[in-house]
């Protein structure tokens, strides 16, 4: 699942997308950026089954407790880009709902090297 995050979060830098969204809803997990215009383009969907995973692994990634889905989180995620290492904030919001639902914020804009 690294390699994906890595993946999601260069396609989103390629469209110069201010920030990254994985939003997990009920049958999918659904990846969109927020373009400079301010609109949101969907970038992929994600089988139900791997969105638990995918959620995971951003939040492992930036050292968030994966086992916490109550309450949010906030950290920084770097990432090995072609250009050198790359440093975002993260934050992890979790809906308050039976199913335990989680949304993954990658804020693109003001990275550092």
């Known amino acids: ?66 086992e916490d889905r109550r309450t949010p989180q906030y950290g920084c995620l770097t990432v090995g880009l072609p250009g050198g290492p790359r440093s975002f904030r993260i934050g992890n919001l979790p809906f308050l709902d039976a199913r335990q639902r989680q949304r993954i914020v990658v804020w693109l804009t003001g990275a550092e090297a």
């Open 1 to 66: 699942m690294g390699v994906i995050t890595q993946t999601l979060i260069e396609q989103a830098l390629g469209l110069e997308a201010t920030h990254l969204y994985v939003e997990q809803q009920n049958t999918r997990c659904r990846i969109a950026v927020r373009l400079p215009d301010r609109s949101i383009q969907e970038l992929s969907v994600v089988p139900a089954e791997e969105r638990k995973a995918l959620v995971d692994c951003f939040k492992e990634l930036a050292s968030l407790d994966v």
